[in-house]
């Protein structure tokens, strides 16, 4: 069944702020995340806590969407992150839990063809943005929750692969730097 976005979720900006190194609240910009979505290394922006910082502090479920610059992805919070507040460069999608379920939501939103879309929605600017119109009207293909688990489960195995692909090539590095180190000195 086809289904825009707006009928399954809830678009909301993200926190917009100046962010500071001192603060107590990890302040989420695109730049801690790789290219397929996951945090990687320590947060190093933060923002002070209190009621308006409480307000758009991130909630199990909810999705990040990055609506600015060259790189569109989507990721799905993670309650292990702790207090977190993403920053104004993401759209937070609060999907509907008894509609969708949001790691797939991710993949569709991660799906190339649809990062295509957004990436054309974009262009013509010398940054390219996606407007919360356009993303709320993103049309795509609502499956039963049991597909929806697959493709989740799918996901998860993906990810898994890439990570251990990636330690298996530094592994690789280091061997080989080490032989050649060896060899040469």
């Given at each position: 069944?086809?289904?825009?976005l707006?009928?399954?979720?809830k678009i909301?900006?993200g926190?917009?702020?100046q962010p500071?190194?001192?603060g107590?609240?990890?302040?989420?910009?695109?730049?801690q995340?790789?290219?397929f979505?996951?945090?990687?290394?320590e947060?190093?922006t933060f923002v002070e806590?209190?009621?308006?910082?409480?307000d758009?502090?991130?909630e199990?479920?909810?999705?990040?969407?990055v609506?600015?610059?060259?790189?569109?992805?989507?990721?799905e919070?993670?309650?292990e992150w702790g207090?977190?507040v993403?920053?104004?460069?993401?759209?937070?999608?609060k999907?509907?839990?008894?509609?969708?379920l949001p790691?797939?939501?991710?993949a569709?939103l991660?799906?190339?063809k649809?990062?295509?879309h957004?990436?054309?929605?974009?262009?013509?600017?010398s940054i390219?943005?996606i407007?919360?119109g356009?993303l709320?009207?993103?049309?795509?293909?609502?499956?039963?929750?049991?597909q929806?688990?697959?493709?989740v489960a799918?996901?998860?195995?993906?990810?898994m692969?890439?990570?251990?692909?990636?330690r298996?090539?530094?592994?690789?590095?280091?061997l080989?730097q080490?032989v050649?180190?060896?060899?040469i000195?």
């Amino acid at each position: 069944m086809q289904v825009q976005l707006k009928d399954i979720a809830k678009i909301q900006f993200g926190y917009y702020t100046q962010p500071s190194s001192e603060g107590t609240i990890p302040y989420l910009q695109a730049k801690q995340f790789n290219h397929f979505g996951q945090l990687v290394g320590e947060n190093d922006t933060f923002v002070e806590d209190g009621e308006r910082t409480n307000d758009n502090l991130l909630e199990d479920g909810d999705i990040l969407f990055v609506s600015k610059g060259f790189r569109f992805f989507a990721t799905e919070y993670q309650t292990e992150w702790g207090k977190t507040v993403a920053s104004s460069i993401f759209f937070v999608i609060k999907p509907d839990k008894t509609k969708i379920l949001p790691s797939y939501l991710v993949a569709v939103l991660n799906h190339p063809k649809n990062l295509l879309h957004f990436q054309q929605s974009g262009a013509g600017t010398s940054i390219p943005s996606i407007r919360k119109g356009e993303l709320a009207d993103f049309t795509f293909n609502l499956i039963t929750f049991e597909q929806q688990e697959k493709i989740v489960a799918l996901q998860k195995l993906y990810l898994m692969d890439i990570e251990i692909t990636q330690r298996l090539l530094k592994e690789k590095q280091t061997l080989f730097q080490t032989v050649l180190s060896k060899t040469i000195n």
